[in-house]
């Protein structure tokens, strides 16, 4: 069911007094509206009434005080639990964009490693999915950690890792500049980067390098490990023990992005189940879980006839082709992480999972 108040969010008091006349204490996704019916921000809330009620509290230059100032009505959906809230809020997020949830819902516990697009793409790590990235890989659990490996991986495969600002000129565009150019930094100098920015490299070659590193971070391949255990070995037989300190540092950094990497791979994986949850009022749901994202979910059925439609809904969603294990879906990472946070959040929920199997 879904509600709404038609006053301007200008007359406060009479905003406060519709929000405690119409709505309820129950699980819900809410949206601020603004005079265009443009959705400016999305949240949710365990009790409805409580949570729109802190709004008109809230001082300026409070987060709240501003959300509630830009805007001219309040619409909710009421869920049938708090599962279901998050879940509608990820998803109302993914759908409308809201300006206030972009600029201010910044704070992310999980680390994300991200390939950016362009001629010359980059490697880095970032908390969101920002327009220009085409792959991302993760999460991972600290972000020194992971600015470390990232920063010796850039160095090993020669990839950037200077402002989006920064020209790029490949080497093919060498004929449009009259006179030899410089790297915009000394990492060219210093061997740790290809020089995208001065037509050291073709785009060609350079991809070649972005390729291995998603192949290392995949799985496909070790050549970024292997190299740096040549370097090392080569240290020890010329007795350069400082070197040879050096290329171990290096060596731990990538055998840590490694074995991160496969972590955070199998922790997708292991959402996969049917996932019994409890609603508020009776309205228990199951949701079909599926390498962490809910691909379907239903009233949970209790009788024989619905458990066996329900089977036949299960069989039908294992026939479909498993999604390849990386890269993560751009457009849906959000959910992966909220589904990660819940169960991490509250693990009894996960004895009322099932496998797919068990239902057949």
Request: net charge positive; glycine share 6%; hydrophobic share 40%.
């Amino acid at each position: 069911m879904s509600r709404a108040t038609l006053l301007p969010a200008t007359d406060l008091d009479r905003l406060r007094r519709r929000i405690r006349a119409l709505t309820e204490n129950r699980p819900a996704v809410y949206r601020m509206m603004s005079a265009t019916g443009r959705v400016l921000y999305v949240g949710k809330a365990r009790r409805l009434r409580t949570r729109l009620l802190t709004y008109f509290r809230a001082e300026h230059p409070d987060k709240q005080a501003r959300i509630l100032n830009a805007a001219s009505d309040i619409r909710w959906d009421y869920a049938p639990s708090e599962f279901a809230a998050l879940l509608g809020e990820v998803r109302a997020i993914r759908e409308h964009r809201p300006p206030f949830n972009v600029a201010m819902n910044r704070t992310r516990r999980s680390v994300l490693v991200k390939v950016s697009g362009g001629a010359a793409p980059k490697l880095y790590a970032g908390a969101t999915v920002q327009q220009d990235d085409r792959r991302a890989y993760g999460p991972f659990p600290s972000l020194g950690r992971t600015l470390d490996a990232l920063r010796t991986l850039n160095d090993l495969l020669g990839i950037r890792d200077c402002g989006d600002k920064v020209p790029i000129v490949l080497a093919a565009q060498e004929d449009l500049f009259g006179a030899p150019r410089t790297a915009a930094c000394i990492r060219h100098e210093i061997g740790a980067c290809l020089g995208p920015c001065a037509g050291f490299v073709s785009e060609r070659d350079y991809r070649t390098r972005i390729d291995m590193a998603e192949a290392f971070l995949e799985g496909r391949t070790l050549e970024p490990l292997a190299r740096v255990i040549a370097a090392m070995a080569q240290a020890a037989r010329e007795e350069s023990f400082e070197r040879a300190a050096y290329w171990r540092d290096r060596f731990e950094r990538l055998e840590w992005l490694l074995a991160a990497t496969s972590r955070a791979r199998a922790a997708v994986d292991l959402l996969t189940f049917v996932y019994r949850d409890p609603g508020d009022f009776g309205d228990d749901r199951a949701y079909l879980v599926r390498h962490g994202l809910v691909v379907a979910q239903y009233p949970w059925p209790g009788t024989p006839i619905e458990r066996e439609a329900f089977r036949g809904v299960v069989t039908d969603q294992l026939a479909q082709p498993t999604p390849p294990p990386w890269p993560l879906p751009l457009e849906r990472i959000d959910e992966i992480l909220m589904l990660m946070a819940w169960f991490r959040r509250h693990p009894d929920s996960l004895r009322r999972t099932s496998a797919f199997k068990d239902w057949l």
